[in-house]
């Protein structure tokens, strides 16, 4: 974490030279040799020159720490002009003065600055946590099993179309990541094609266990955006395939036909029955089969399956 008026960060990120001991220090960062020193470190190599720099603190997300830092750098600007320092004043100047010349009560109201900036790994800075309507929840669950895992800039995508293969890959981690003893033979998916392994096995393990046939053509699009009907489609062939009497659903759609097979009718009816999926777009009697489904719609529909314990490791 930081603390603005004593100018220390703690956990540093892990493979940085400077090792998380999770006592208070401070960080230079070495521009030459680009590694992580302590003040003072004997092992800095003669003549380095420092940059007082914050390291990414373990479990943090990358993209709040920028906003992070953007913060600070306001804060720097505001702390030089309340100190009387020169305008050309380093980082390393602005805090030595903190340290010596600014109250403790005056330091935490610049310290209040940075609160809530800093985002856990396991919160993405694009979902409002704070509305139901965004699925906060569903996500959280998927992502506290491994299932989910966000963008490699930590945000989770909220409101991006999901692709197939994705999809697929959430169901199979849901599943446990079964062994897979051979590989799909859809034509578009190979190694040069699917490079991650996970991937290809997640597909493979979905096909041999007819939760997904591909196209007439033989390829599965695994880049292809899915659609909502889809969707609950492999959830349902991943819950088993339950008998479902679609006379007998308590919820109805304009735009679903009972024993319409060719739009998956009955595993969108089996969802609604059983309050997976609801209507489009906050719709009561239109489900939007056709419609793309975004990554936490996709995430709320697999969710409510594993808590209902439709499909089972």
């Known amino acids: 974490q930081y603390n603005l008026a004593r100018g220390y960060v703690t956990d540093v990120k892990d493979g940085q030279p400077l090792k998380n001991t999770g006592a208070p220090v401070k960080v230079y960062y070495d521009k030459t040799s680009k590694k992580w020193f302590k003040q003072g470190d004997a092992s800095a190599p003669a003549g380095a020159k420092f940059d007082f720099k914050l390291a990414l603190p373990a479990g943090y997300n990358e993209a709040s720490w920028k906003q992070f830092n953007t913060t600070r750098d306001t ?118 094609t699917v490079p991650n392994q996970e991937f290809r096995d997640a597909i493979a393990w979905a096909a041999a266990n007819k939760i997904t046939t591909g196209y007439a053509d033989g390829t599965f699009a695994p880049y292809a955006t899915l659609n909502r009907q889809d969707a609950v489609a492999f959830l349902y062939r991943a819950s088993g395939s339950p008998k479902f009497n679609e006379s007998y659903a308590d919820v109805k759609f304009a735009d679903v036909t009972a024993g319409d097979t060719a739009n998956h009718s009955e595993a969108v009816l089996w969802a609604a029955h059983y309050g997976i999926a609801k209507g489009y777009s906050g719709s009561v009697n239109r489900f939007g089969g056709l419609n793309i489904v975004v990554r936490q719609d996709a995430a709320a529909f697999l969710a409510r399956t594993l808590q209902a314990g439709y499909i089972a490791k």
């Not at 002009?81 to 935490?108: H, M, P, R």
């Not at 396991?122 to 704070?130: C, E, F, G, L």
């Open 75 to 192: 804060v720097v600007k505001e702390l030089i002009k309340e100190l009387n320092l020169s305008k050309t004043a380093n980082i390393q100047e602005v805090y030595n003065a903190v340290a010596t010349k600014l109250s403790a009560e005056k330091a935490d109201t610049y310290n209040r600055e940075f609160a809530g900036k800093l985002v856990a790994n396991t919160d993405y800075p694009d979902v409002n946590y704070d509305d139901a309507n965004t699925h906060a929840e569903e996500v959280t669950y998927l992502t506290d099993k491994g299932i989910v895992k966000g963008y490699a800039d930590g945000t989770f995508g909220y409101g991006a179309p999901v692709a197939r293969v994705d999809f697929i890959v959430w169901l199979y981690r849901a599943a446990g990541s079964p062994a897979v003893d051979s590989q799909a033979s859809f034509t578009d998916v190979t190694a040069a």
